[in-house]
C-alpha cells in the first residue's frame, strides 16, 4: 500500500505527515489492532536513526478487554511479550501512573529485577515508557527499546513525548471506533440469539399447542436438562425443520 511509504519520504517527520498518514491508516484498518502494529512502525520509523534502529511496542488495556500489544518488527514483539507478561515494568509504571519512565541502562535498574534480566537476555540496555492521553480508564503506552545505553536522553526524549502528543489524538479516535464496532457486534449478537430463541418458541407452541409462556419454559427446561445454552437449544429445535438456521435480517 502507498501510504506505508509515507514515513520514509523527507517530510514524514513533520507533525502534519504524521497525523495525515495515522489518520488515513485509521480509516483503512479493520480493527484496532491493525491500526496499533502500524503507529509501532510508525513510531520506530521517526524515532530511529540511520545506523541506530529503535524498537516500539505499544501495550493498550481496556475495562473488561484483554490487553492488546502491538510491536514494530519481531524483535520489538518478543521483548513487548515479557512487558506483556510482567507485572511489574516500565510500561505498566507508567500506564497507571500516567508518567514517562525512563530506564537508561536496564543493567544498573533496581526497580523490576525479573523484567530487567528478561529484556537483558533480549540485548536491550535502555527503555522509556510514554503513556498516550486517552479517555476514560482506557490506558495506552509507548514502549522503546535500544540495544545502546542512554539512548532516550534530552532531545531525544523530548522528541519522543512530542510524538506522543502528536499521535495521541489518532489512537483515542481508534479505541472510540472500536468500542463502537464492538457495541455493534454485541448488539448484532443479542438481536441474532433472540431471533432464533422467538422463532423456537412459536415452532414449540405450535407443536404442542400451548402458550407463548409455557412453550419458553419448555424450552428453558430442555436447556438445563441439556446443560445446554438456551441459544444452542433453540437453533436445534430451529434447525431439526430442516429449513436451515435462522437469520436476522437488517435493513441497509
Avoid at 26 to 49: G, P, W, Y
Avoid at 213 to 242: C, D, I, W
Amino acid at each position: 500500500m502507498a501510504l506505508r511509504t509515507v514515513a520514509s519520504e523527507s517530510t514524514a517527520k513533520t507533525p502534519s505527515s504524521i497525523t495525515e498518514h495515522l489518520h488515513e491508516e485509521l480509516l483503512n484498518s479493520t480493527d484496532v489492532e491493525e491500526f496499533l502494529d502500524e503507529l509501532a512502525r510508525v513510531s520506530a520509523r521517526n524515532l530511529s536513526d540511520p545506523g541506530d534502529e529503535v524498537l516500539c511496542g505499544i501495550t493498550l488495556l481496556r475495562q473488561r478487554m484483554a490487553a492488546t500489544v502491538a510491536s514494530s518488527g519481531a524483535a520489538a514483539r518478543a521483548i513487548s511479550q515479557i512487558e506483556y507478561r510482567s507485572e511489574q515494568s516500565p510500561g505498566m509504571a507508567a500506564s497507571l501512573e500516567q508518567v514517562t519512565v525512563h530506564v537508561p541502562d536496564v543493567h544498573d535498574e533496581a526497580r523490576w529485577p525479573e523484567y530487567c534480566e528478561a529484556v537483558l537476555e533480549q540485548g536491550i540496555r535502555s527503555v522509556l515508557a510514554i503513556p498516550f492521553r486517552l479517555e476514560g480508564e482506557t490506558k495506552a503506552t509507548l514502549l522503546l527499546y535500544s540495544h545502546r545505553t542512554s539512548r532516550f536522553e534530552g532531545r531525544v526524549l523530548k522528541a519522543a513525548e512530542d510524538f506522543v502528543r502528536q499521535t495521541s489524538l489518532a489512537l483515542r479516535l481508534a479505541v472510540r471506533f472500536a468500542h463502537y464496532s464492538e457495541t455493534a457486534a454485541h448488539l448484532r449478537a443479542t438481536l441474532e440469539s433472540r431471533t432464533v430463541i422467538d422463532m423456537a418458541v412459536g415452532i414449540i407452541m405450535a407443536q404442542n399447542r400451548c402458550s407463548q409462556q409455557e412453550a419458553f419454559e419448555l424450552l428453558k427446561a430442555a436447556s438445563s436438562t441439556r446443560n445446554s445454552k438456551l441459544h444452542n437449544v433453540a437453533a436445534a429445535v430451529v434447525n431439526a425443520l430442516g429449513q436451515g438456521p435462522a437469520r436476522t435480517h437488517y435493513d441497509d
